[in-house]
DNA sequence: CGGTTCATTGATGTCCTTCAATAATCGTGG
DNA sequence: CCACGATTATTGAAGGACATCAATGAACCG
């Protein structure tokens, strides 16, 4: 699940406007940075919950193996997302990097003394778990009904909007993750995975695909196939200004 | 909210020492209790989040529609729990008695304030939200890689380990839902579920099977249907113990 | 009791998976 | 830089698990 709080953008602003630098990023702020590559894993389910971590840069995938092998892709975790934060004792879940990344950590008695501490810092803890339930239920519902067609709208739709708040290129989604990680997060396998991207290609809503990025050239079309109309009159405005700006 | 973690028996000692007998549970003691009759719901998905419930008595079902009428029930609410803990500004989802039901409940305002302000409290909730959490990654991967049999299996296995810890009618499952409900909850048809109950009534897993209840005959069997291991040891201790009460 | 809701069971259909082969991409060493 | 194998992705054909459609049966309630 993503673990998004506050880009680090918005991050920043907030500092500068309260004049109180205290965002959870900001906790991190004075450890070093480690790195991270690509298959190596930064803890594994089942570990005592030490630390909790920020994502300097780079990407995450946060999974479980069942006791016959399969694999469930819990979520994606990336740059100024934060991690281990929403636990007891144990971590429910292995992180392994995707990419070359970086963190930051924080033990998890330290983290939790600051924050409790701050009058700032505890209300945004618990809007981050918030955040995060919200978007666990939302994955919940797409697994529970949503068709494979909709799911991968679902998930290309959801770093298409990432990516625009972030300001950055424009319409084209990254894609650290390979196909097998898609298909274990969306609940299918890599094949039909593979044929819904072929899909949404042959009926040009996607264009320049790539193995580790795509292109949108229909937002709008493409949130209408995600199933959830919520997001509908959004995408719709990406399209136009999208439209304008190639005119 | 501040959020500090304890442990469990961090948490109790503490508790102890302070001769502070305060659970959340505590903090609706006073309130009045309101009676909901069954498919009468306490708040819609949107709604402004102003209270936080506890269940008394009773059986709730937690749900999301989908904009072309599909449903699909998040979890399902009993005695003893609570309600809207995990939130923001709004509901996430609708809550609908199952049962005649009793609640209690609470301004989010003036829970917020309670809790941050008791040292017990605050880690009390954060304990909360992370079991809540947890629950919620164990459905994603009931719903992301389970087949209905494993699915209708953990369901089961759930309710029944519930009503074991409580106590109550050894190795009978209460289900005040529907199997509509089910299904919903379960990412399959209602003619899946009532197949798959089927099957384990043939297999000799469930029997008196009924409405609104089973009979677990087989928990170790149960468990191993139910596709993880974690809990197979917890199961195999019941079943003997069950054996040997029979003998 | 009789109507209504809810659950079960069967027949058929379909979406996704599985199996299998090919193709593209990446990394490595010559 | 290209060749090579290894990994990853795509595409096709066949099968299966669950959904859908339809009918019957059981439980609930005034």
Known sequence: MP???????????ITFQQAQPETLNCLFYRQPVEFVQPGQSIFFEGDEAKHVFEVVAGALRI????????????GFVFDGDLLGVSLRKNYLYSAEALVDTKIRRLTRKNFDLVVRQSEDLAPRAFEFICDEMAAVQDQMVLLACKSAEERLCTFLLKHLRKSMTKGEGQSVVKLPMTRQDMADYLG????????????????GVLGCVGRHSVKVMKPMLLAQLA????????????EQSEGRRHN
Chains 1, 2 share one sequence.
């Open 3 to 13: 673990l998004a709080s506050y880009s680090r953008e918005q991050a920043a602003k």
């Open 63 to 74: 999974f479980r193996i069942l006791s016959d092998g399969r694999r469930v892709v819990t």
């Open 188 to 203: 299918l396998t890599i094949e039909t995975v593979s044929r819904m991207i072929t899909k949404l290609s042959t009926k």
């Open 227 to 238: 199933g959830d109309d919520d997001v509908y009159e959004w995408a719709t405005s990406i």
